[in-house]
């Protein structure tokens, strides 16, 4: 398995700027968010100038890139238009991993699956994974549900937030069905009633985490996501983080 940090831990940043802190805090990987209301790189950009794109995202000092988080808010054909652009991206810069949150809920059920079945049709063509971002308030906030979309969807696979089934709705399910779709992982301590707290002060078991991916044969990112804190030394957490992990592995 991998540490990775993502490039949101310092989303108030530019690209660059996100990147060198995560170096100088010696991660080693990297996971590139793509957001339209962000400020780094845009699903917009990627797709008006994807040899921009190229360029930014391979020019990461060192910086191995894991996955691509894509938070695209076109819609209809436009929305599919930079899906696949943002897949040609992956295949350039030699990422198979691209994480993507589900529909809010009251979807339709059926509706999402079409949806999610043009999206895997999409990146298979360039040899990409799709893993789908489980969320309170989206139709992935109920493990059951994740379950049945990855039975209907072909290749579908999970990106796992933790914490989001460690203080959300669904707490007392859990996420142990879950496991042998995941590909992707997105961590912070949380506790039962807050979705992100000092790391070590939550209950997010990392280890046994750990050793059940282990057990599946995962061998991809634990990619750290952390939003700053107030009157805490934000640097300190994400090193805080990344020792407890590369301890653990």
């Known amino acids: 398995m991998l540490v990775a940090a993502s490039t949101d831990c310092f989303k108030q940043l530019g690209f660059q700027d996100a990147i060198q802190k995560l170096v100088d805090l010696e ?9 339209e209301d962000g400020n780094q790189i845009k699903p917009s950009m990627v797709h008006e100038n994807l040899e921009e794109a190229i360029t930014l995202c391979t020019n990461t000092l060192r910086l191995g890139v894991v996955s691509y988080d894509v938070r695209i808010n076109a819609t209809r054909e436009l929305f599919y238009e930079q899906f696949a652009s943002i897949c040609k991206l992956a295949k350039a810069t030699r990422v198979v991993s691209i994480s993507i949150p589900s ?18 049709q999409i990146a298979e063509t360039d040899g990409i994974v799709v893993s789908l971002k ?9 493990p059951d549900t994740v379950s049945v979309l990855c039975n209907n969807v072909d290749g579908l696979k999970i990106c796992l937030d933790i914490s989001q089934y460690q203080c959300g709705p669904y707490v007392a399910k859990g996420y142990d069905k879950l496991l042998p ?10 506790s039962d009633d807050a979705f992100q707290v000092r790391v070590g002060q939550g209950v997010v078991d990392y280890s046994r985490l750990i050793n059940q991916l282990g057990k ?17 030394d ?6 805080k983080m990344r020792l407890l992990l590369e301890s653990m592995l």
């Open 27 to 35: 991660y080693s990987m990297v996971d590139v968010v793509l957001c």
């Open 103 to 120: 529909a809010e809920l009251g979807t339709p059920f059926n509706q999402e699956v079409e949806h999610l079945q043009k999206l895997v």
């Open 134 to 142: 489980n969320q309170i308030g989206c139709l992935t906030e109920d």
């Open 181 to 190: 779709h995941i590909n992707h992982t997105i961590l912070r301590d949380a």
């Open 216 to 232: 599946q044969g995962f061998r991809r990112a634990l990619s750290v996501q952390l939003d700053e804190l107030p009157d805490v």
């Open 234 to 239: 934000h640097d300190a957490e994400l090193r």
